[in-house]
């Protein structure tokens, strides 16, 4: 651990001097998306009604990809080409490799050095990237790059070199809240708004990003994470955690936990700053399984005023098991609240709730089995690239 590292650690752990910091941080970030957010509905009033913002968005992407070569009858004979940087047993590779015809470059190793600002680190990346998508270009043409970077990672150069070919990047995105503008105090490229013009749809997990996008010229795509119901599933196993929280202890996450230890609740921690290890995939959902309550944070950043759809929003129903996390209208569009999920508005409600529910086992069960359901019906990966790949017609509608 370095000196500074060290030092950040140990002020962490001065609980007013954390709020104070933390505080102050918040304010910065509700601050510079009330902004963007009111600067951009004053451009895109009027975008999702009728006819709806897809047909809108549809006619900024012919702008710029003059569409597929040929339009496939069958998911098989898509080709995509996957940019991901976790080769886990949770990745989305795994999600759609079984049914569309897959090629996957996953940049693991180079991005912590990327995210410290290593450019000769993020340059041979580039060059490995265009060379791996070539060669799968010429094995057999791809239909669609599927990329989850922002700007530290690949260079608006890179994605048009790779455009060149006549070949559509959907830049998936879901952090846009908080890291869409570039950060110029960080010394080294940042940000999603400097890849604006460099591919042809901006997939996003947020419907008011959805506006930014199209704002500033480029189609977007609404495409909340979704979940592999055959990793992500029911598990023979007892429960034995009452309430767990799978992630890392930043921002307001120790107040919260805190606060509901404080109320006599058992909370079982697992990542970064609680004195626990970082879990494996496999172990994550042997976590869902063991615990009657699966506790998600939806703030973004340090900020618990804006929220937005996390992969455990997915994940946690999708394997079968009860999600209480706070109230995201997206979120309510997606699972029936009460029924499929449930949903709290602060800690007080939070901790009322896992009171409440934890006498009741058998309804816990029941709203477990119901969000499976709706996860089968409506939630996988699959359905969301089928959707996307209609929505571009390299797929036909009737798939």
């Known amino acids: 651990m370095s000196i500074q590292t060290n030092i950040k650690e140990r002020l962490r752990r001065v609980t007013w001097l954390y709020e104070l910091v933390r505080k102050r941080r918040a304010r910065k970030t509700d601050s510079e998306y009330i902004s963007l957010r ?5 451009r895109t009033r ?18 710029n990809w003059p569409g597929p070569r040929t339009v496939k009858s069958y998911p098989k004979d898509v080709r ?46 580039q060059k490995k990237l265009l060379e791996a998508f070539y060669q799968a270009h010429r094995e057999r043409p791809i239909d669609l790059v599927w990329l989850h970077a922002y700007h530290v990672h690949v260079a608006p150069q890179t994605l048009n070199e790779i455009r060149k070919a006549g070949v ?19 010394g080294f490229p940042n940000g999603l708004k400097p890849l604006i013009g460099a591919v042809d749809v901006h997939l996003t997990n947020s419907l008011e990003c959805v506006r930014w996008y199209m704002a500033e010229g480029s189609a977007a795509y609404y ?50 700053g609680w004195g626990t290890r970082r879990v494996s995939g496999e172990e994550q959902i042997e976590i869902y399984n063991r615990s009657f309550i699966n506790l998600g944070i939806g703030g973004v950043g340090n900020s618990d005023r804006i929220t937005c759809i ?19 209208a997206e979120l309510a569009r997606m699972w029936r609240v009460g029924e499929e999920i449930l949903c709290y508005y602060n800690n007080i409600d939070c901790i009322d ?47």
């Open 353 to 399: 709730q896992i009171h409440y529910y934890l006498e009741r086992p058998e309804e816990l069960l029941a709203i477990g089995q119901a969000a499976r359901v709706r996860a089968l019906r409506e939630h996988t990966w699959t359905h969301r690239m089928k959707g996307l790949l209609r929505w571009m017609g390299i797929l036909t509608q009737e798939t």
């Open 80 to 125: 995509l080409f996957v940019v991901f940087p976790v080769a886990g047993a949770t990745c989305w590779y795994r999600a759609v490799e079984g049914t569309f015809d897959t090629v996957w470059i996953d940049f693991a190793d180079y991005i912590s050095s990327m995210e410290q600002g290593d450019t000769a680190v993020r340059d041979r990346f």
């Open 310 to 328: 996390k992969g455990r929003d997915m994940s946690v129903p999708g394997s079968g098991n009860v999600l209480l996390t706070l109230y995201d």
């Open 223 to 272: 495409m909340p994470q979704g979940v592999e119901p055959d990793i992500f599933k029911p598990l023979p196993m007892a429960k034995d955690l009452d309430v767990s929280f799978i992630g890392a202890a930043y921002g307001m996450r120790r107040q919260f936990v805190k606060r509901m230890r404080q109320a006599g609740i058992r909370v079982s921690c697992f990542g970064s």
């Open 46 to 63: 009027g975008l999702f009604s009728e006819p709806g913002y897809l047909v809108k968005s549809r006619e900024l992407l012919e702008k």
């Open 38 to 42: 009111d600067q951009y509905y004053a």
């Open 168 to 186: 559509p990047v959907g830049l998936h995105s879901l952090d846009d809240k908080h890291i869409y503008l570039e950060n110029p105090r960080l």
